[in-house]
């Protein structure tokens, strides 16, 4: 091995030796740990007393929240609530935190349930035009960043193109996104956005 291709920067020796930022580090991963578990409940207690349609399946689900380091090489950390995900047939919303960019929460249909409840999600264009929410136009339905390659605004897109990016692919995702500054709103602005999908979504 190249020994020039193993030597520090200035900048990761000076990283190196500090194990506070390490420490610091697990310390906000564990908060976020806490953040989400809240959410959870808040999540759980809503849809316990907003029925509003969802088959049982949807309604009864149970709660996942996982974490790991290397989502595009930063730690992430993830609730799924509701969710089913079956071969073909997906129904969850998933609220994740990705280290350095952001807080999002997520709807995602497939299969059986995106034609139950598609249409209304659709529909839904001026609202998510007007709460700058975002739609995946990618072929990938397990991508999560904001990039342009996969998530487009929805109001950079007038009523037909919205109609075109939700029929392009057999999953629909719609998401909103908070900033990892916005942290003390969080779980009010994550909650917002989490009773939002479901309203919409529900028949």
């Known amino acids: 091995m190249d020994s020039a291709k193993i030597r520090l920067s200035p900048e990761e020796a ?12 697990n310390r906000i991963m564990e908060k976020a ?11 759980q207690s809503w849809l316990s007393t907003h029925r509003m349609g969802f088959p049982d399946e949807v309604r009864n689900s149970e709660p996942k929240i996982s974490r ?17 995900y079956r071969k073909n047939d997906q129904f969850a919303v998933r ?40 739609v995946c136009h990618s072929a990938d339905p397990w991508q999560h960043h904001f990039n342009e390659d996969n998530y487009l605004a929805a109001d950079g897109l007038t009523s037909g193109q919205w109609k075109e990016v939700c029929a392009k692919n057999d999953f629909l995702k719609i998401a909103g996104r908070i ?5 003390d709103k969080s779980p009010d602005l994550l909650q917002k956005i989490f009773e939002e999908l479901m309203q919409t979504a529900a028949v």
């Open 14 to 25: 000076a990283l190196v030796v500090n194990g506070d930022l390490i420490l610091t580090k």
């Open 33 to 43: 740990m806490q953040l989400f578990a809240g959410l959870q409940t808040r999540q």
């Open 68 to 84: 790991g380091e290397n989502y595009r090489g930063l730690p992430w950390i993830m609730l799924d609530y509701p969710r089913v």
């Open 95 to 134: 609220t994740f935190f990705w280290w350095g960019n952001f807080f999002s929460c997520t709807l995602q249909l497939s299969g059986i349930y995106k034609l139950q409840f598609g249409d209304r999600v659709v529909e839904a264009y001026d609202l998510f035009r007007e709460k700058k929410f975002y």
């Open 179 to 183: 900033a990892l500054s916005d942290w």
